[in-house]
């Protein structure tokens, strides 16, 4: 029973720092937005969240496979002794709760910070293709000019 009670509050400290990471997750992500928001996009410094977002995303994953592990193991006499354990029961369940609000409000933000890269890549492109299409009418215009100059100018001697 004393041991069913370690592994309660272990349950209980390993979804807290899930919740710790989910809020570091969630502040990334908001970064994130603001950096796709801008008018133009700061790379480095998106790539630079990505590999820190991966971080901690690797250990709630690591988090989520430790607690089922240790939740197996004591799942029976949790479930005998519910009135035992109530207080801690009702603290995990609420750390489940709060986990899966920021696990839905980060996915939220994730979709919406999609749609604002997409657009911020679209603009990208665009002034890409705006400076290649400036570039190739700057040379037409100066190879025409060019060959303008000889015909003109050939024109001009026909004429004397």
């Known amino acids: 029973m004393e041991q069913t009670g370690t592994y309660i509050r272990i349950l209980r400290e390993s979804l807290e720092r899930k919740k710790d990471y989910l809020d570091k997750i969630l502040d990334l992500t908001k970064e994130q937005e603001k950096l796709a928001k801008a008018v133009r996009l700061d790379e480095d410094a998106f790539e630079k969240i990505i590999e820190e977002k991966d ?91 060019a060959n303008g100059m000889v015909n003109d100018s050939m024109l001009y001697d026909r004429k004397k």
């Open 55 to 145: 971080i901690y995303i690797d250990n709630v994953n690591e988090i989520d496979k430790g607690f089922e592990s240790v939740y197996k193991r004591v799942r029976t006499e949790i479930q005998e002794n519910k009135s035992v354990f109530t207080s801690e029961l009702k603290a995990i369940q609420e750390l489940i709760r709060v986990c899966v609000d920021k696990g839905l409000e980060i996915e939220a933000l994730e979709e919406r910070n999609r749609s604002s890269l997409e657009s911020a890549i679209a603009r990208s492109f665009k002034g890409m293709n705006q400076v290649k299409q400036s570039k190739s009418v700057a040379n037409k215009y100066y190879k025409s000019m």
